[in-house]
């Protein structure tokens, strides 16, 4: 698709020129003219940054500039219960919360409101708009916890599959026109 790109969250990335402040929603979409791949360093938890995120999706021209989201608080085993999700669909809470609460982070941070809350504005955007939908693709490897009962099932194939793929161990990201990371 034309004047289409993703976007990746990742970890934090030190820069290597001097900063200049701009206003950063016009900046990102600027970056998807001249960039496939558009990065947004993240500290987990992070309020403020949640809320700036949260406006990021909202603002149109985001919208307008991007297809994909991949973040990595989401269990790719879960990616068709988001896909309906974020489509508008009617999916059980307890369905929806493995999401972010079944990943192979073995921590509570993904427990914290701002990242379900992300999940709900990309929904709402999408409600909000019939000519353009945006995805969020879930970065995390699908593990399944069922099938993990010892070291050596953790470091299975079937398990873990994303490994080594374009994600790279890379969190959060998307890529142009929609084109699926697995």
Request: proline share 7%; charged share 20%.
């Amino acid at each position: 698709m034309p004047g289409s790109l993703s976007f990746l969250l990742t970890a934090a990335v030190a820069a290597s020129s001097p900063t200049v402040p701009v206003e950063p929603i016009g900046a990102i979409v600027e970056a998807a003219r001249t960039h496939q791949l558009v990065a947004i360093g993240e500290e987990h938890g992070c309020d403020q940054l949640h809320a700036f995120l949260r406006a990021l999706v909202r603002d149109r021209r985001f919208a307008d500039a991007f297809n994909d989201i991949v973040v990595e608080f989401g269990n790719a085993k879960y990616q068709d219960v988001i896909d309906r999700f974020v489509r508008g669909n009617d999916v059980p809470y307890e369905g929806l919360r493995e999401v972010w609460q079944n990943t192979t982070q073995p921590t509570h941070i993904w427990d914290l409101p701002v990242y379900e809350e992300f999940f709900r504005t990309v929904r709402a955007v999408n409600a909000s708009r019939s000519d353009r939908r945006l995805r969020v693709v879930l970065g995390d490897s699908p593990i399944d916890w069922d099938q993990v009962s010892d070291a050596a099932s953790w470091r299975a194939p079937s398990v873990v599959p994303l490994r080594g793929t374009a994600l790279g161990g890379t969190p959060f990201g998307c890529l142009p026109g929609g084109v699926p990371l697995n």
